[in-house]
C-alpha cells in the first residue's frame, strides 16, 4: 500500500511538472455570431493532425521555458485551420515546446471560430470557394482576440517573467491573416515588437498600408502553397519594403501548405531556426550559441 501512495504521488508531481497555465481573455461578445455546444479537441482523419474546432471563448497556454535559460522574449501563436479548426499541435504546441528550448516563453492563441458542428474539418473541406463568405464575420473577432492576447501579456509582463518589449506575434495560414490584422489594428498596448505570418491568408485578410510605426516582421512562406499564398506573401513584404520597415521574407520552392513543424526532408523544415536567427539578427532575442 505504501509503495503504491508513493507512485501515486510520484504521477500527480509528473502531472504538475507538464501542465500548463491557461488564461482566459477578455472579449466581448458578438450577437451576429452564435456558438452552440463546447469547444472541442479531436484528432482530424481528414488532416491527419489534432485539432480544435467551435472555439468561442479565447484562450491562451502558456509554454515557459526553463527559468535558467529564459531570455525575457515571448511568442503569441496563433495556429491555422482556416477559421473552422485550429491545427493545435504542428503550428501550437509543438512550435511552443521549440521556443521554449530557445529560452522563449511561448503563449498558443485559441481564437475565435466559425461556429461548427461534430467535425469543424469536414465542413471547411466541404464549404468550397464560399469559405471567404462564411469567414468573414468571424474575422474582426480573431483579430480582437489576437490584439487581447498582446495586450493581455503586455500588461502581465512582470508576474509573466517577460520583456514588456519584445512581445511577438506569430500566425500560420488563417492565423497568419490573424496576425496582420493584429498588425493593422493595434493600439499603444496592443501593439506587438515583432510579427511572423507563415503562409498567410492573404485572401482573408487583404493586404494594406502597414501603419507609419510598424514593427519588424518576417514573412515565411512556399513557392509552390497550393492554395496559392505565395503571391500575398510577396505583396505583404512588398508594402513593408515600400514604407521603409524592417521585413525579412524567406519563400521556400518547395514546402506546400500547412508545414509547420512537420518534417518533409525539405529545405522548409528548418523554417523556425531562420526565424530565430533573424530575432538574433535584429535583436529580439539572444543567442544561446548552438545551431
Known amino acids: 500500500m505504501k509503495n503504491y501512495l508513493i507512485v501515486l504521488i510520484c504521477l500527480f508531481q509528473i502531472g504538475i511538472g507538464f501542465s500548463q497555465e491557461i488564461i482566459e481573455l477578455p472579449f466581448e461578445k458578438n450577437e451576429h455570431v452564435e456558438w452552440v455546444g463546447d469547444e472541442k479537441e479531436y484528432f482530424s482523419q481528414i488532416w491527419q493532425t489534432q485539432v480544435v474546432t467551435n472555439v468561442s471563448t479565447p484562450t491562451m497556454q502558456v509554454f515557459k521555458p526553463d527559468a535558467t535559460i529564459s531570455n525575457g522574449t515571448s511568442v503569441i501563436i496563433a495556429p491555422g485551420g482556416g477559421l473552422y479548426a485550429l491545427s493545435i499541435n504542428s503550428e501550437g504546441n509543438e512550435v511552443a515546446k521549440w ?66 518589449q519584445k512581445i511577438g506575434f506569430m500566425g500560420f495560414s488563417a492565423g497568419g491573416a490573424v496576425a496582420m490584422g493584429v498588425g493593422y489594428n ?43 499564398l505565395a503571391g500575398g506573401s510577396i505583396e505583404l513584404y512588398s508594402s513593408y519594403l515600400k514604407a521603409g520597415k524592417k521585413v525579412g521574407l524567406h519563400m521556400y520552392a518547395i514546402g506546400g501548405h500547412g508545414f509547420g513543424m512537420k518534417k518533409q526532408g525539405l529545405p522548409s523544415d528548418n523554417w523556425i531556426s531562420r526565424f530565430y536567427d533573424w530575432s538574433v539578427a535584429e535583436g529580439i532575442t539572444s543567442s544561446m550559441n548552438k545551431e
Open 99 to 164: 521556443l521554449n528550448e530557445k529560452g522563449i516563453t511561448a503563449f498558443v492563441l485559441k481564437y475565435r471560430l466559425v461556429p461548427t458542428g461534430k467535425d469543424g474539418v469536414k465542413e471547411v473541406m466541404q464549404i468550397g470557394e464560399k469559405i471567404n463568405e462564411t469567414v468573414a464575420p468571424v474575422m474582426p473577432l480573431s483579430v480582437q482576440d489576437g490584439l487581447a492576447a498582446v495586450e493581455y501579456v503586455r500588461k502581465n509582463s512582470e508576474s509573466l517573467g517577460i520583456d514588456p
Open 186 to 228: 493595434y493600439s499603444m498596448d496592443s501593439r506587438p515588437d515583432f510579427l511572423v505570418p507563415v503562409y498567410p491568408w492573404t485572401s482573408a485578410m487583404p493586404v494594406k498600408e502597414c501603419p507609419s510605426d510598424a514593427p519588424p516582421i518576417l514573412i515565411i512562406c512556399a513557392t509552390d502553397d497550393p492554395l496559392g
